[in-house]
């Protein structure tokens, strides 16, 4: 029964190892399928320096409001 059990375990380990391998050659993948990349999901959208922002935090029990709005008299 443990020998049976321990198999059951290793084979587990090993098909969820070459699940992990699958999915990171994905990522590493050059071809031309819907695949990742390696690359950043998100994309970084540059801070304009025209709009001049500000953060109002309103807080009550339990609950904390977090608004930005844009700085009075900066345009």
Same mark, same amino acid.
């Given at each position: 029964?443990?020998?049976?059990?321990? &198999?059951?375990?290793?084979?587990?380990?090993?098909?969820a190892?070459i699940? #992990?391998?699958?999915?990171?050659?994905? #990522?590493?993948?050059?071809?031309?399928? *819907?695949?990742?990349?390696?690359?950043?999901?998100?994309?970084?959208?540059? *801070?304009? *320096?025209?709009?001049?922002?500000? &953060?109002?935090?309103?807080?009550?029990? +339990? #609950?904390?409001?977090? &608004?930005?709005? *844009? #700085?009075p +008299?900066?345009?």
């Amino acid at each position: 029964m443990t020998t049976w059990f321990h &198999t059951t375990i290793l084979a587990t380990c090993a098909a969820a190892t070459i699940a #992990v391998g699958f999915a990171s050659a994905a #990522v590493y993948s050059d071809r031309d399928v *819907p695949a990742a990349k390696k690359a950043d999901r998100l994309s970084i959208a540059t *801070p304009l *320096p025209e709009a001049r922002m500000i &953060t109002v935090v309103d807080r009550q029990e +339990g #609950v904390s409001v977090i &608004t930005r709005v *844009p #700085v009075p +008299g900066a345009n």
